[in-house]
């Protein structure tokens, strides 16, 4: 049967179909689907507000219409609750705490993003979470809403000068589980004044333990671009490396040195040390050098590699100015579903 219109741009519907959902929204809102990450995926709902239609729009430029989602609104603000989750299923918590240095020298292959998202991702599901912010530039304290500029006590005090790494932890804003250890400006000159220092390359790893990071259940750490001695600290403080690796050829002519690099800190400084994890990154399925590049890394280091790729998004780039991760700011997206999906795999793969 056709459907009347009302001439304000929506079909009139009786009123058993709005009551049940079925058919179109009411005037005014729209409900956009939001798909959960992992399998069976489910569905949740959030009101939005719908941009007003002119009945003189053509049906292309309605159907534009209709798929934009203010964000300008309180309406559109997902709160995130202690243990809230999208699926209902349960992640295994570690049996002891998880230090996890994503680390790799090339600037620009998605460190922070892979660990400030894959660090909410695990908090959402009712980890704690612990990311230590090790790059000066202090792009996941960016991200992460801890304030990190002026005097405000970061890991370059914790380094240099012996400060209690519970004096700089804050807990991240309208999320229980995750808290961060921020990095300021200052943190550059720590690898010049950090030669001249005892046990110079095991400072990160002693803080961590007089703070007793057992509370938390992982422990990220955010890598400079660069394997200075930030990143020998990281990796000394560590069980765990994850290399974010970008699907472009020019991701790949360092990796050979930053394994060397590992290896050698294994061999004398960690011997736990052990590479758990690498994360293709910035994948863009459109092109053919990005399927190479993820076949040739699949090809070499096997299960290590994670089965979920994270692909270019420009949701991943806007959050950090939101303050928010992805994984708040929009959790439909497709980068936000890809790293629910990383995270998942990570929290199921058992120490070794």
Not at 80 to 85: K, P
Not at 194 to 203: D, K, M, N, P, W
Not at 294 to 312: K, Q
Request: glycine share 6%; net charge negative.
């Amino acid at each position: 049967m056709p459907v009347a219109h009302s001439g304000l741009g929506w079909p009139d519907l009786p009123p058993s179909e709005h009551a049940t959902g079925v058919g179109w929204p009411e005037k005014g809102v729209s409900r956009q689907r939001i798909p959960a990450t992992g399998t069976p995926r489910v569905e949740r709902m959030a009101t939005v507000t719908q941009t007003p239609l002119n009945p003189g729009d053509s049906p292309l430029v309605r159907e534009a219409l209709n798929s934009v989602v203010s964000r300008e609104t309180p309406a559109t603000k997902l709160p995130i609750q202690a243990g809230d989750s999208f699926l209902d299923d349960s992640w295994p918590k570690p049996a002891k705490t998880r230090v996890i240095a994503v680390a790799n020298q090339k600037g620009g292959v998605g460190k922070t993003t892979t660990s400030v998202n894959i660090a909410a991702a695990l908090s959402m599901k009712g980890e704690r979470v612990l990311v230590v912010d090790l790059d000066p530039q202090g792009n996941a304290s960016t991200a992460l809403a801890t304030e990190h500029r002026g005097d405000v006590p970061d890991v370059y005090q914790v380094l240099v000068d012996d400060l209690p790494m519970a004096d700089i932890v804050k807990q991240v804003p309208d999320m229980p589980n995750l808290y961060c250890a921020p990095a300021t400006i200052d943190l550059a000159g720590a690898e010049i004044e950090l030669v001249s220092l005892v046990a110079r390359e095991a400072r990160l790893r002693r803080a961590l333990a007089a703070y007793d990071a057992v509370d938390f259940d992982y422990v990220i750490i955010d890598c400079p671009p660069s394997l200075g001695l930030l990143t020998v600290n990281a990796l000394v403080a560590a069980d765990e490396v994850m290399i974010p690796i970008q699907c472009e050829y020019y991701a790949l002519e360092g990796l050979g040195q930053l394994l060397r690099n590992v290896d050698l800190i294994k061999a004398h400084l960690n011997p736990t040390l052990r590479l758990s994890t690498i994360v293709l990154t910035m994948y863009d399925g459109r092109t053919r050098l990005a399927s190479q590049v993820a076949d040739e890394v699949r090809a070499h280091f096997g299960d290590t590699v994670l089965s979920t790729v994270i692909p270019r998004s420009v949701r991943l780039s806007e959050a950090p100015s939101y303050g928010q991760s992805v994984m708040t700011y929009d959790p439909g997206s497709s980068g936000a579903m890809a790293y629910m999906d990383a995270a998942r795999e990570i929290a199921h793969r058992a120490m070794v």
